[in-house]
């Protein structure tokens, strides 16, 4: 469990359009890593990148080198349904499968993999629960619709879905933004705690959260409306947010912008 | 940035016009009210045509089914004319049913494929005109696919019929007496049904399938599903309901085809299971036969026999709603 990502030289298009152009860097295992940027500088489309699900987009498609532990997920020999096996990810919305109780929607990466004995899946969904921080919310009721609960407890759920299969690497996309501000914080001590067994990668909105959980944070940016998004630097992320080396990474975070 | 600038409020002056006032007078607007009027207007006008239908269909039904000497709901044979009258809906109702199962039997599960197809497999130049053709397919009059069926598929099929019979004849389904022609039959008759109703069932799923939301398709990419996992676990189950819909508006047309039947089957009025024989009849094929040689009492026997279908109808489409409504609480959004 737990692996490191090279990105190494990673450009990304729509089309023609260049979204993103010449991202280099390296995350360590068990580590978080914030990606932080305006709106439109592609930290989504690189972090979609991390888990080849930006090519399910029509038209989409990258140049560069992606590392997973050393192996090239973008090699033709791989089959992306694999490399998403081994990176989980979560979303900007929360997405259980509506037709599915609280137990199936857990459960569903696992069936994928194979039939296993029931009481080892008990266990599995139990685990899963319980590492997301929902267990005690819904033990009673794991047969009712993963729809009916609430929408921090709905992310809640997509993290324990995603964490069930032990997937390498954990991706996070504004899992927050759609949330309270009590949802908000169960979700960032329980990346804190996933921290201890999984490589995370977030993209935030909200530069106090990508301060509060990451260890690192690479800022993005763009010149401007079609140019190409940047990563403009990435360091510690103690260092980006007192003494960033870009002055346009202090004029972002100082809300000095543009 | 400008070191004047002008205070917040004359700002806003300039954005915003002066507020209308609150106050109309009146609490609901005149457009608001017509529309309303219209639209209630319309759908109880819809209702009334339907209680209408029902009443009419009911008042000319009750002198036939008095006269009626035998069990109207249990009596096979069809002889409202003679004396004593002697008429039932017992085999009607079975051929009905019988050819409309077949038909939706066959056509479903290549509906749902072609859906599928069209909407998550096929290149976007190639969905964009099957779709088309699907949607041409279901414009065909049924009487083009009575004798479509009469003149190239009954003879095409007796091949076919020929080796289940051979094959499989001890299924109760497939067994024959000796010598049928595998002409007339009642598989010939579901197939063309199969055939009519399977683009309406085809178009109205594949409509369904392309409204799957994008993220429960990429919650199940990102779990590392197949594409057909992806199918399994966000597109068949988020169009279920509209899988069931659009079956039970195929079973619709079905139970209600007269031409193509009246035109394939050799019509009698047996209750049969051995769909390769021929024979077997339909409420809407008898009617249409029928009426042009019924005399008063006929005449309102074969209408008795259409209210029967048409309360057949209205139960298969509450049962529908039925199983859709069943599982609301797994269908969508948040409750």
Redesign the interface.
């Known amino acids: 469990m737990a692996k490191s990502i090279d990105v190494s030289d990673l450009s990304i298009y729509y089309g023609k359009f260049c979204a993103v152009q010449g991202v280099s860097l390296t995350i360590e295992p068990r580590s978080v890593t914030a990606f932080i940027g305006p709106s439109g500088c592609g930290k989504s489309s690189v972090l979609r990148t991390l ?1 080849r ?1 930006h090519e ?1 987009v ?1 038209g989409a498609w990258s140049s560069g080198k992606v590392l997973l532990d050393g192996e090239d997920i973008y090699s033709p020999s791989v089959d992306p ?6 990176i ?2 979560v ?1 900007q ?1 929360p ?7 609280i137990y199936d929607n857990v459960a ?2 696992l069936k ?1 993999q194979g039939r296993r004995p029931r009481r080892e899946l008990d266990e599995i969904v139990e685990r899963s629960l319980r590492a997301a921080n929902l267990w005690e919310e819904v033990k009673d009721r794991l047969e009712r ?1 993963g ?3 609430s ?1 921090g407890q ?1 992310q809640r759920l ?1 993290i324990a ?2 964490i069930a ?1 032990e997937p390498e690497v954990l991706l996070m996309d504004e899992p927050c933004s759609a949330l309270d501000p009590i949802s908000t914080l169960a979700i960032e001590d329980l990346i804190e705690q996933l921290k201890e067994h999984y490589t995370i990668v977030i993209v935030t909105h909200n530069m106090q959260q990508a301060a509060r959980v990451s260890d690192r944070t690479g800022f993005f940016n763009l010149a401007g409306v079609g140019q190409p998004g940047r990563l403009i630097e990435i360091d510690n992320t103690q260092r980006i947010f007192s003494n960033p080396a870009e002055k346009a990474t202090e004029d972002y975070i100082s809300g000095r912008f543009g | 940035m400008s070191d004047e600038q002008p205070p917040i409020e004359e700002v806003l002056a300039t954005l915003a016009p002066a507020p209308a006032p609150l106050s109309t007078g009146r609490s609901v607007r005149p457009g608001d009210r017509i529309f309303a009027v219209l639209s209630g207007g319309a759908s109880l006008t819809l209702l009334l045509i339907i209680a209408l239908i029902a009443a009419f269909l009911l008042y000319r039904s009750i002198p036939a089914v008095r006269a009626d000497t035998t069990n109207f709901l249990t009596t096979s044979a069809w002889f409202p004319d003679s004396t004593p009258s002697t008429f039932g809906i017992a085999a009607l109702a079975w051929g009905t049913l019988l050819s409309s199962l077949i038909a939706l039997v066959l056509a479903v599960p290549v509906a749902v494929g072609t859906a599928l197809f069209i909407a998550h497999f096929a290149p976007r130049r190639l969905a964009q005109p099957l779709a088309y053709l699907v949607d041409l397919l279901a414009a065909v009059p049924s009487v083009i696919y009575g004798l479509w069926g009469l003149f190239f598929l009954v003879p095409q099929m007796v091949g076919l019929q020929t080796w289940l019979a051979d094959h499989l004849g001890w299924f109760p389904l497939f067994s024959v007496g000796s010598g049928s022609t595998f002409k007339q039959t009642m598989l010939n008759a579901g197939v063309v049904l199969a055939v009519m109703i399977l683009p309406i069932i085809s178009a109205v799923t594949r409509e369904v399938f392309l409204q799957v939301p994008r993220d429960h398709v990429e919650a199940a990419q990102a779990l590392g599903a197949t594409r057909w996992e992806v199918i399994r676990l966000a597109v068949l189950p988020f169009g279920r309901p509209g899988i069931i819909s659009a079956s039970m508006l195929g079973l619709g047309r079905a139970l209600g085809e007269t031409v193509a039947i009246a035109l394939v089957l050799s019509t009698n009025y047996v209750i049969s299971w051995k769909i390769l024989e021929p024979g077997g009849n339909t409420f809407a094929a008898n009617i249409a036969l029928q009426y042009g040689y019924a005399a008063d009492l006929g005449t309102n026997a074969l209408i008795a026999s259409g209210l029967v279908l048409f309360v057949i109808t209205l139960v298969v489409n509450i049962v529908a709603r039925g199983v859709i409504a069943r599982r609301r609480e797994f269908a969508g959004a948040a409750g």
């Open positions: 888990n699900m399910v029509p349904v694999n490399v998403r096996r081994a989980g990810m979303f919305k997405n259980p499968f509506p037709t599915m109780s569903a990466g994928l619709p729809a009916g609960l929408g709905q997509c879905r995603a299969v």
